[in-house]
């Protein structure tokens, strides 16, 4: 009996034993678990002596025992996302397009969203001088319709010279036919305004001044000569002004395009005729930020007035072109008629503008 008990007994040793190696060993591998932990859960905050440290929510803002780092995927303290989309980009704002044109000075403001306009501008054209005077012959003791009559001895087709027709002069009362006093000179032909095209940068809502420049007054014509006198020389035609556009606040000139200058008179008739006007001279173009510019036509040797160039629009026959001079007036063919009195010239053109965007 005692022998089974003592038996019962040392199993039950043996048993505890073993129940007790396995407690210190789960003990021993809780601890392992802990000290391998402890410093991964506190990777954000104080690194670990090698004991194991109980974590606290406040230390990663995770609960304990997650093994990763408290690193929330954003920049430490701002607790928003910083990768959001950007805003999208606004619409252009659509200006619709508009084309102004301008013969009287006025005012452009430029619409709303425009910040720059093409401009096409004109000068005035100069105006055309007037012609010159006939000349007249001298009076003499001859009888116009004496012995030499115009159909007498002395035909163009007789023994005389042509000159003279015979031999002698109506004046004179010869054989022969009279011969006519010169004539006036023609008046010369205004310049054309000048011209410039450019892109210029305006602001919105602002306002312009467009001076239109304007022609040129034409020349008037001189008088016939009588008695023998010669006759008066035409006047000039005066110069065409300049086309501007300025910036009403500082007022700032942008562009300009200045007149053509105006034909001269033409000369008075005497034993010769008179001697033509002196064309005028085109005017220029210049613009702020360059461009294209162009000069006006000079006026002409035959009294025509100087042209303009060409645009994107058709302007008005006669726009910021030269006047053209007037003709001369016939001289006296006989001693007692006075000598024709010279044309006036043409005034020139009205200068032009031409806005658009």
């Not at 060993?25 to 905050?45: E, F, H, K, R, Y």
């Not at 690193?71 to 303290?77: A, E, F, K, M």
């Not at 892109?199 to 009588?226: F, M, Q, W």
């Given at each position: 009996?005692?022998?089974?008990?003592?038996?019962?007994?040392?199993?039950?040793?043996?048993?505890?034993?073993?129940?007790?190696?396995?407690?210190?060993?789960?003990?021993?591998?809780?601890?392992?678990?802990?000290?391998?932990?402890?410093?991964?859960?506190?990777?954000?905050?104080?690194?670990?002596?090698?004991?194991?440290?109980?974590?606290?929510?406040?230390?990663?803002?995770?609960?304990?025992?997650?093994?990763?780092?408290?690193?929330?995927?954003?920049?430490?303290?701002?607790?928003?996302?910083?990768?959001?989309?950007?805003?999208?980009?606004?619409?252009?704002?659509?200006?619709?397009?508009?084309?102004?044109?301008?013969?009287?000075?006025?005012?452009?403001?430029?619409?709303?969203?425009?910040?720059?306009?093409?401009?096409?501008?004109?000068?005035?054209?100069?105006?055309?001088?007037?012609?010159?005077?006939?000349?007249?012959?001298?009076?003499?003791?001859?009888?116009?319709?004496?012995?030499?009559?115009?159909?007498?001895?002395?035909?163009?087709?007789?023994?005389?010279?042509?000159?003279?027709?015979?031999?002698?002069?109506?004046?004179?009362?010869?054989?022969?036919?009279?011969?006519?006093?010169?004539?006036?000179?023609?008046?010369?032909?205004?310049?054309?305004?000048?011209?410039?095209?450019?892109?210029?940068?305006?602001?919105?809502?602002?306002?312009?001044?467009?001076?239109?420049?304007?022609?040129?007054?034409n020349g008037l014509g001189g008088a016939g000569g009588s008695g023998g006198a010669p006759g008066v020389d035409g006047t000039a035609g005066t110069a065409g002004t300049t086309t501007t556009l300025t910036k009403s606040s500082t007022n700032r000139v942008l562009l300009t395009a200045t007149g053509g200058t105006g034909g001269g008179g033409g000369g008075g008739g005497n034993a010769v005729n008179g001697a033509?006007?002196?064309?005028?001279?085109?005017?220029?173009?210049?613009?702020?930020?360059?461009?294209?510019?162009?000069?006006?036509?000079?006026?002409?040797?035959?009294?025509?007035?100087?042209?303009?160039?060409?645009?994107?629009?058709?302007?008005?026959?006669?726009?910021?072109?030269?006047?053209?001079?007037?003709?001369?007036?016939?001289?006296?063919?006989?001693?007692?008629?006075?000598?024709?009195?010279?044309?006036?010239?043409?005034?020139?053109?009205?200068?032009?503008?031409?806005?658009?965007?």
């Amino acid at each position: 009996m005692n022998l089974n008990h003592q038996k019962v007994t040392a199993g039950r040793s043996r048993v505890r034993s073993r129940v007790l190696f396995a407690s210190v060993a789960a003990a021993a591998a809780l601890t392992g678990q802990l000290m391998a932990v402890a410093p991964a859960a506190s990777a954000d905050g104080p690194q670990s002596s090698g004991t194991a440290v109980k974590q606290r929510p406040s230390d990663t803002g995770r609960p304990s025992g997650t093994g990763r780092p408290a690193d929330t995927g954003r920049p430490s303290g701002t607790g928003k996302d910083t990768h959001a989309s950007p805003a999208p980009t606004p619409a252009p704002v659509q200006v619709p397009h508009g084309l102004l044109q301008f013969n009287a000075d006025n005012t452009f403001v430029p619409p709303a969203g425009v910040t720059q306009v093409f401009v096409q501008a004109w000068g005035a054209g100069g105006g055309g001088g007037g012609g010159g005077g006939g000349g007249s012959l001298p009076r003499t003791n001859g009888n116009p319709n004496g012995n030499g009559n115009p159909n007498g001895n002395g035909n163009p087709n007789g023994n005389g010279n042509t000159n003279a027709n015979g031999t002698g002069n109506q004046a004179a009362g010869g054989n022969g036919v009279a011969q006519r006093a010169g004539s006036g000179g023609t008046g010369g032909g205004g310049g054309g305004g000048g011209f410039t095209w450019c892109l210029i940068k305006v602001t919105p809502l602002a306002t312009y001044g467009v001076d239109i420049g304007e022609r040129g007054g034409n020349g008037l014509g001189g008088a016939g000569g009588s008695g023998g006198a010669p006759g008066v020389d035409g006047t000039a035609g005066t110069a065409g002004t300049t086309t501007t556009l300025t910036k009403s606040s500082t007022n700032r000139v942008l562009l300009t395009a200045t007149g053509g200058t105006g034909g001269g008179g033409g000369g008075g008739g005497n034993a010769v005729n008179g001697a033509p006007g002196t064309p005028g001279v085109g005017g220029n173009g210049s613009c702020s930020t360059g461009g294209v510019n162009r000069s006006g036509g000079n006026g002409n040797p035959d009294g025509s007035g100087g042209a303009n160039p060409d645009g994107i629009v058709g302007l008005v026959a006669g726009t910021a072109a030269g006047g053209n001079g007037g003709a001369g007036g016939p001289g006296s063919r006989y001693p007692s008629a006075p000598g024709a009195p010279g044309a006036p010239g043409k005034p020139g053109g009205d200068g032009y503008v031409v806005i658009y965007w």
